[in-house]
């Protein structure tokens, strides 16, 4: 069990180094940059040349790309990502106040698609082939085939439409105002915590399915335990191994979910800083916001891997 | 009524007030304009609420309004801001709407009896010596946000910044040679030639009074930047989210009602990037506006009307933009036969119906609220604002056949992302098809679209035009021979327009600067450097709470967001 953890350890740095290095590449392959659109807007035919010249060269962009790589690199692995390009802020600083809202955020979507996901896979199962199971195999297709997006611009509307209200536009980590935060975040995160329970839904229902067709699970049933022993007890628990499995890689459509709601809904968290950056050519940004994600992202496979073994005593790690 | 005849009735107004502006320039020896506001008509909830044509009510006939104290307004822009030196890089309204109303200028736009230009920083000012030199006569009394007391060196040092090249980005707009302090508040303005459009820059937003060498000590991009002399002081920034400014307390500037300005307690300028949520936000009354001069579609307005009577929508000319801009150093329109073909093949109407929901007006190349644009009868005297589409599109084809191009052509067309950009160039390609000029278009983000228009990688494009003050000098600056290839992108070039702009730049006689803008838009319509599609409109919505609301016409959304004078109806803006 150490040895496989270090070696996963280990195995994480290529694995960033990779991920960082495309992402540099593909930021300087496409046309324009941060002082070009420093330099645009309205009145853009107004900027010299020299001073569009003078802004790249305060960004230090006119270096040599091997040494821009370098001191990325050097300075990314003692997590100073340096300054915004755009904003002249700290992009560690911003970094860590947009890291409350996303965590923030991500956490309640997790638990809403929990609480979405497994009850109605659950229940699905039990059910199969009746209404009960066809309204959540319906609800679950409905989550899986609606971008988040579109259904975050509806759910909005529908908000200003029947009820005239709409999350407050601000800033505010939950400890620092936590109905503050939940008005801000409830809807967004019932907006991505749906997308999110589709797929796991549908994989808790088929394993479900799946389970309670063994025979410990009928002799369950003989020894005369009750239906929600049989099925808590008995049937979830031998279930849930892919189910977790699944949630690990739902890790990654709730952050690309989260990109994409936050935009609609005005959430100032890492997705949208994400999306402004790009658009801005802040490379500064998107390079430290894409080592966080990939560092998130590998840390959370990790977890899932060495979760099994609590789920499932016969795994072994070699 | 259509916009054609509130046009018509807004240029006679606009020759009478730009008339007033130059002979108060040239005939002021010793000119005091009003600082206290004239009462504005309310923005009408209609097409028809373009600028008034009403002279300027005299200041003694005018009710005495008493704005209510309090309340903090809000508004949104789209894009976050980059700058807190609008003089270098506050190109876009983002960074000016956000950062302006923490400063002053020497002089500023009237923004409730536009283009009339009142003192600012400057109580008054004379012009001498052949018109080549301006003295500013400075207001004392006045501080920076920060304590210290405002002389005329920070005015020197702004203004020296300002034609800067290396320090502004609009140093190429001015014909300033020389400043200096004749005394602790008296500034000499030394001009290289006579400039009719002096007094509009220097009105302009973005040409901001500063600290005596606040650039060499500060970030442009840091808060410690934004220390000016403005109605409000900044009180926060948070990156991508959020602009706070609060009353300036010590502001030198008193309202008609004899109160200190400014009424509002503060001003929220809010980045939401998406116009759905922007309107979500303002129905609900998240939002005071839609935004200054924007952010509203004609279809959220009828929305407005229908189920909001409180919410005011308010509707102006905007110096904006379609354009297809046509690279004439390289084929196929270096050719002025196509070039042609293409004016007469597209339908503007459509272009305006299709891409701003009937919200535009057709132009030629001047701004068709401004008294220097040709008159519609002249206008529509040149083939491409004829009235018969199929004859045009027949005119069209034989030219092209003329040009070598019968068999047809496929040209690559460079459309910025978004809207309205990407209707409006639909619109084209679908017209210029019908004659045999295919379009092949290509979105592309605005990075990628500067860095092509910007290194004339290009045959064709759409992108943001705008200019940010109402005058010929910066409008017609995109097509002349001595142009940076920043600025005139396109390429085009006639001695003759060089000439005639030189000549209208210098003129102080309105009637005659009139007259050789008339003529530099008829050569540009006769060789056509580029297509114009049409003419944007500005439109917002505010509540009724919110009063002594500015005007809305070309320049508000880059010259109106000072908001001194707006208060709120018992001090609530929510």
Request: charged content about 20%; overall charge positive; hydrophobic content about 45%.
């Amino acid at each position: 069990m150490f040895r496989y953890l270090v070696r996963r350890l280990v195995l994480m740095v290529p694995t960033l180094l990779g991920a960082i290095t495309l992402i540099f590449v593909i930021l300087r392959v496409l046309p324009g940059d941060v002082a070009t659109l420093m330099a645009g807007g309205d009145a853009a035919g107004q900027v010299s040349e020299e001073r569009v010249a003078a802004i790249r060269h305060e960004a230090g962009l006119d270096r040599p790309l091997l040494v821009q790589y370098r001191d990325w690199l050097s300075a990314a692995f003692r997590m100073d990502f340096g300054k915004s390009l755009w904003s002249g802020y700290s992009v560690r600083h911003e970094l860590g106040r947009r890291y409350q809202v996303t965590a923030a955020l991500a956490v309640l979507a997790f638990l809403v698609s929990l609480a979405i996901a497994i009850p109605t896979g659950v229940l699905a199962a039990l059910k199969q082939d009746t209404w009960v199971d066809y309204a959540v195999r319906a609800f679950a297709i409905g989550g899986i085939s609606v971008p988040s997006f579109w259904l975050a611009l509806l759910v909005l509307l529908a908000l200003v439409h029947y009820l005239g209200w709409t999350p407050p536009i601000s800033l505010s980590p939950p400890w620092r105002d936590p109905w503050l935060s939940l008005r801000q975040l409830g809807v967004p995160a019932l907006v991505v915590g749906y997308h999110l329970s589709a797929l796991v839904a549908r994989m808790t229902r088929s394993c479900m399915l799946e389970v309670l067709r063994e025979d410990f699970v009928r002799t369950a049933w003989a020894k005369g335990l009750s239906g929600w022993a049989v099925a808590t007890r008995h049937a979830l628990r031998n279930a849930m191994l892919p189910v977790v499995t699944l949630l690990g890689v739902e890790v990654l459509v709730l952050l690309g979910g989260i990109v994409l709601v936050e935009t609609v809904f005005t959430v100032p968290g890492i997705g949208r800083y994400l999306v402004d950056s790009i658009t801005y050519r802040d490379y500064n940004a998107v390079q430290a916001i894409i080592w966080v994600f990939t560092l998130f992202v590998l840390v959370v496979n990790l977890v899932t891997d060495l979760a099994y073994r609590y789920l499932d005593p016969r795994v072994r790690y070699s | 009524m259509q916009p054609v005849h509130v046009l018509k009735g807004f240029l006679a107004s606009w020759l009478v007030l730009v008339t007033a502006s130059v002979v108060l320039l040239v005939g002021c020896r010793a000119t005091t304009p009003s600082v206290t506001p004239t009462t504005p008509p309310a923005a009408q909830p209609s097409a028809t609420a373009t600028p008034q044509a009403t002279p300027p009510p005299s200041p003694t006939t005018v009710p005495t309004p008493v704005g209510a104290r309090g309340g903090t307004l809000s508004y949104a822009i789209q894009e976050d801001m980059r700058s807190f030196d609008l003089q270098d890089l506050g190109t876009s309204y983002a960074d000016i709407q956000p950062v302006a109303p923490l400063f002053n200028g020497l002089v500023s736009y009237n923004m409730y009896d536009y283009p009339s230009i009142e003192s600012d920083l400057a109580e008054r000012w004379e012009l001498g010596q052949g018109d080549t030199t301006i003295t500013f006569f400075l207001r004392r009394g006045v501080t920076f946000h920060d304590g210290s007391p405002f002389a005329c060196r920070d005015a020197a040092y702004s203004l020296q910044k300002l034609v800067d090249p290396k320090r502004s980005s609009m140093a190429g707009n001015f014909a300033i040679q020389d400043v200096r302090c004749t005394g602790d508040y008296t500034l000499e303005v030394r001009l290289a030639r006579p400039q009719a459009a002096i007094l509009p820059l220097l009105a302009s937003s973005r040409s901001i009074i500063v600290k005596e060498g606040w650039a060499q000590g500060h970030d442009q991009k840091d808060v410690a930047f934004a220390v000016g002399t403005g109605p409000f002081r900044l009180k926060s920034r948070l990156p991508g989210v959020a602009i706070e400014a609060e009353r300036n307390p010590t502001y030198w500037k008193k309202g008609r009602d004899g109160g200190q300005l400014p009424y509002l307690d503060g001003v929220r300028t809010l980045v939401v990037p998406d116009p759905t949520t922007i309107f979500a936000n303002f129905r609900t009354g998240q939002l005071t506006l839609t935004g200054i001069g924007r952010n509203l579609t004609k279809s959220d307005a009828e929305a407005l009307k229908a189920q909001y009577p409180d919410a005011v929508v308010a509707l102006g000319p905007r110096s904006a933009w379609d354009n297809f801009v046509m690279n004439v150093r390289k084929p196929p329109f270096d050719n002025p036969k196509v070039r042609l073909a293409v004016a007469l093949a597209t339908d503007r109407q459509k272009m305006v119906q299709i891409a701003a929901e009937g919200w535009g007006t057709v132009g030629g190349y001047m701004m068709p609220h401004m008294p220097f644009a040709l008159p519609q009868t002249e206008l529509t005297q040149f083939p491409q604002f004829g009235a018969d589409m199929e004859g045009r599109r027949a005119q069209a084809r034989a030219l092209l056949e003329g040009a070598g191009y019968g068999g047809g052509l496929t040209v690559e067309y460079l459309v910025r992302k978004g809207e309205p950009y990407q209707s409006a160039a639909v619109s084209r390609q679908d017209d210029l098809k019908k004659v045999g000029i295919n379009l092949d278009l290509r979105v592309l983000d605005a990075g990628t679209m500067y860095n092509r228009a910007f290194s004339q990688d290009f045959i064709s494009y759409t992108l943001a035009a705008a200019a940010t003050v109402d005058d010929p000098d910066q409008v017609y600056a995109f097509f002349l021979c001595s142009s940076p290839p920043r600025q005139n992108v396109g390429g085009y070039c006639n001695p003759k327009v060089d000439e005639l702009y030189g000549q209208q730049s210098a003129s102080f006689d309105p009637q005659r600067r009139v007259q050789l803008n008339r003529e530099i838009e008829k050569l540009l319509l006769a060789d056509i450097p580029e297509d114009r599609g049409y003419f944007w409109w500005s439109a917002m919505a505010y509540w009724g709470r919110v009063q002594n609301w500015v005007q809305v016409t070309g320049v508000t959304v880059y010259s109106f967001s000072r908001l001194e004078q707006v208060w709120c109806r018992e001090g609530r803006c929510q």
